[in-house]
């Protein structure tokens, strides 16, 4: 597909995708990368892409200098591409593993659990209000793709959790007190598993809501980082479940 030359940076075309820097969202976000502009073009879902050389994309492209690639990238040293993405539109639950973020802050860590649940078959995702968007670029390149093939959702609490108790996903929470030790714990076929904020932890009205809550055993510290610890325990759900 021919590709439109640009060599301003004041383009309007540059302009309008630098926005989505700080401004992405479902409808446009920037992808960086070969690998990220791949998987969503696989996806179906890129729009539009700016490259220092010629690409097989079906979509609108326009060859640009590094220039241009520098202004639409967050990397010190980016690869010679840049993609603008949508997002598909949610659709209603259907894995059986079901992840519940309660207000994730830190977009590495977000993309970083996305990337972790898609791994691990919780292949829908529901960030509740307060989390990082799922297209901040941060987000987008710790999620190494994933969020492209996971069913993203957003909501605030109280539909959240009317929507798991409704489709019949049991929700087991995450805390460091009144908690049962991860070692051994058997989860059902069919859950929702709730990590909660960086600081915080799960919030207590969740918790309160859980039909048990789990906490993962250590020493020589207190806490782990959210998305180490989102890493065990879907690993666990997936491979160990009921294991001691």
Same mark, same amino acid.
């Given at each position: 597909?021919?590709?439109?030359?640009?060599?301003? $940076?004041?383009?309007?075309?540059? $302009?309008?995708?630098?926005?989505?820097?700080?401004?992405?969202?479902?409808?446009? !976000?920037? %992808?960086?990368?070969?690998?990220?502009?791949?998987?969503?073009y696989e996806a179906g879902l890129l729009?539009?892409?700016?490259?220092?050389? @010629?690409? @097989?994309?079906?979509?609108?492209?326009?060859?640009?200098?590094?220039?241009?690639?520098?202004?639409?990238?967050?990397?010190?040293?980016?690869?010679?591409?840049?993609?603008?993405? &949508?997002?598909?539109?949610?659709? @209603?639950? #259907?894995?059986?593993?079901?992840?519940?973020?309660?207000?994730?802050?830190?977009? /590495?860590?977000?993309?970083?659990?996305?990337?972790?649940?898609?791994?691990?078959?919780?292949?829908?995702?529901?960030? =509740?209000?307060?989390?990082?968007?799922?297209?901040?670029?941060?987000? %987008?390149?710790?999620?190494?793709?994933?969020?492209?093939? =996971?069913?993203?959702?957003?909501? /605030?609490?109280?539909?959240?959790?009317? =929507?798991?108790?409704?489709?019949?996903?049991? =929700?087991?929470?995450?805390?460091?007190? #009144?908690?049962? @030790?991860?070692?051994?714990?058997?989860?059902?076929?069919? !859950?929702?598993?709730?990590?909660?904020?960086?600081?915080?932890?799960?919030?207590?009205?969740?918790?309160?809501?859980?039909?048990?809550?789990?906490?993962?055993?250590?020493?020589?510290?207190?806490?782990?980082?959210?998305? %180490?610890? /989102?890493?065990?325990?879907?690993?666990?759900?997936?491979?160990?479940? /009921? &294991?001691?």
């Open positions: 597909m021919p590709m439109e030359r640009i060599t301003s $940076k004041d383009n309007r075309k540059v $302009k309008e995708a630098a926005k989505l820097l700080s401004k992405g969202g479902p409808e446009g !976000f920037l %992808v960086e990368g070969h690998h990220l502009v791949s998987m969503a729009q539009s892409f700016f490259a220092t050389a @010629p690409q @097989p994309y079906e979509v609108s492209g326009y060859l640009v200098g590094e220039d241009i690639i520098k202004r639409l990238s967050t990397s010190v040293h980016p690869e010679p591409i840049v993609g603008i993405a &949508k997002a598909a539109s949610p659709k @209603p639950l #259907s894995s059986q593993r079901v992840l519940l973020l309660d207000r994730i802050q830190d977009p /590495g860590n977000l993309g970083t659990l996305l990337r972790t649940a898609l791994c691990f078959g919780f292949h829908d995702v529901i960030a =509740l209000t307060g989390s990082c968007s799922y297209f901040n670029p941060k987000a %987008v390149q710790s999620s190494q793709g994933a969020l492209f093939s =996971l069913n993203l959702m957003r909501m /605030g609490e109280r539909e959240a959790l009317a =929507l798991l108790e409704k489709e019949g996903y049991p =929700l087991f929470g995450t805390s460091l007190q #009144s908690a049962r @030790p991860l070692e051994g714990f058997a989860f059902p076929a069919k !859950f929702a598993l709730c990590l909660g904020n960086e600081g915080q932890g799960v919030a207590k009205t969740i918790l309160e809501r859980c039909q048990t809550n789990i906490k993962i055993s250590m020493a020589g510290i207190d806490s782990l980082n959210v998305g %180490v610890a /989102g890493g065990i325990l879907m690993h666990y759900a997936a491979y160990l479940n /009921g &294991k001691d």
